[in-house]
């Protein structure tokens, strides 16, 4: 896939479009406990709405908390939710798409575990608009490439029609006995 071409297009339109083999579902934040090792309070997903397997996307949701600590101090008068904290957000449904794609399935069985992922690199990111308190945003991730060793994913943040971050990011897959 072209990731200039890919880039540029997300700029403005959506990443992806839901296709015929989209699946709706309702994945909470307790069946994304089990796809990936973040806890409180570094979790940074709401839920999963859905999945295609086909397209190897996924669309996951968060709302910005008012109360939410860094909202104090980025910045005063002025809250903005970071940019760092947008990118690790996508980073998670990365993970979740991941894992989920992995296994070749849209739901979290009872004995699913986090598979240890490390972020390897960020080719791209771009925050064209901001993500304030009480934002209810949407967060596209869609695979762009892989191997047995890693996975490349893209990534957009949307509020509404608005595109707030679009990232491109890569992660190795760590071996069992690498840990």
Do not use: N
């Amino acid at each position: 896939m072209d990731l200039e071409k890919l880039i540029r297009r997300a700029r403005r339109k959506r990443l992806f479009e839901q296709g015929p083999q989209t699946v709706t579902v309702s994945l909470d934040r307790e069946a994304i406990q089990k796809m990936i090792p973040h806890r409180e309070p570094f979790l940074l997903l709401d839920s999963i709405e859905s999945v295609d397997l086909e397209q190897v996307s996924m669309v996951a949701r968060r709302r910005i908390d008012p109360a939410d600590p860094v909202l104090k101090g980025h910045f005063p008068g002025d809250p903005i939710y970071p940019g760092a904290l947008l990118l690790e957000m996508v980073g998670q449904a990365m993970l979740c798409l991941h894992h989920l794609h992995s296994h070749g399935r849209t739901t979290v069985l009872p004995e699913d575990r986090p598979r240890p992922i490390r972020l390897l690199k960020l080719h791209h990111a771009l925050f064209q608009a901001e993500v304030r308190p009480d934002d209810e945003i949407e967060l596209l991730v869609q695979k762009v490439d892989g191997d047995e060793f890693t996975v490349t994913c893209a990534g957009q943040v949307r509020k509404g029609d608005t595109v707030c971050t679009i990232t491109v990011m890569e992660v190795y897959l760590v071996e069992e006995d690498e840990q």
